[in-house]
């Protein structure tokens, strides 16, 4: 079975300060991970997938497999980042993308 | 370009009745997904398209959830006899095409409301 967990619903940093965004998946498989962001009004839309390597908006992933996480960075948080950020899992012939549960990340001045 | 459309915005039902959600998909996307974004249940997978075809059904909460697809461009979701517990934001996502790799473009979202 194909599973994402995003342990914390709430995230609040200070504006400067490093972010971690936690996300493990459970499957079985090689997978494909990515990271969706929500910014209020908006629509969802693509932040980063571990295939690409890149770094978006200064967000770094990198995909763990032996700890089977995929947890988002920033080095230094800036308000605009304040979003709520889904974590998602596209297994192996799959065409769905499994959701975790997404994370409010909130960045106080 | 645009990107995927969704309509309406909002829908406000009365429990019983039915409802059609509309989905513009990204023009030259041969691929479609359905998602539902609710309170408690997060985003749930409920069906995909490749062309107009619908090989996998199985995140259609019951036989009331039904979808199409014509001219493998512009999707339809119906719900018949809408209850309570369908309220949520029904999303709409395109890509090129299938595969573990490809990216999905999300709608704005449809948000229904059953009273």
């Known amino acids: 079975a194909q599973r994402v967990t995003q342990p914390e619903k709430l995230l609040s940093v200070f504006k400067g300060a490093p972010v971690e965004l936690k996300c493990n998946y459970s499957?079985?498989?090689?997978?494909?991970l990515f990271w969706y962001v929500q910014y209020s009004r908006q629509r969802l839309q693509l932040l980063l997938r571990?295939?690409s390597r890149e770094s978006i908006k200064g967000f770094t992933a990198d995909l763990n497999k032996g700890e089977t996480s995929f947890h988002l960075k920033k080095p230094f948080a800036q308000e605009e980042d304040s979003a709520m950020y889904y974590c998602?899992?596209?297994?192996?012939?799959?065409?769905?993308?499994?959701f975790g549960q997404g994370t409010r990340l909130t960045i106080n001045p | 370009g645009a990107g995927v459309s969704q309509s309406p915005s909002n829908k406000v039902t009365e429990k019983g009745k039915d409802v059609e959600l509309r989905c513009d998909p990204i023009?030259?996307?041969?691929?479609l997904y359905w998602y539902r974004q609710s309170l408690g249940q997060g985003l749930e997978f409920l069906i995909y398209?490749?062309?107009?075809?619908?090989?996998?059904k199985s995140g259609l909460p019951s036989d009331r959830f039904s979808a199409e697809r014509t001219g493998g461009s512009v999707s339809t979701l119906t719900i018949q006899r809408t209850q309570q517990e369908d309220s949520a934001v029904y999303l709409c996502?395109?890509?090129?095409?299938?595969?573990?790799?490809?990216?999905?473009?999300f709608g704005a979202g449809t948000r229904l409301s059953v009273l």
């Open positions: 996502a395109s890509s090129l095409s299938l595969g573990q790799k490809n990216i999905q473009y």
């Open positions: 499957y079985s498989g090689s997978p494909e």
């Open positions: 571990h295939i």
């Open positions: 998602a899992l596209s297994g192996q012939g799959a065409q769905k993308l499994v």
């Open positions: 023009s030259g996307h041969t691929a």
């Open positions: 398209f490749q062309g107009n075809s619908a090989p996998d």
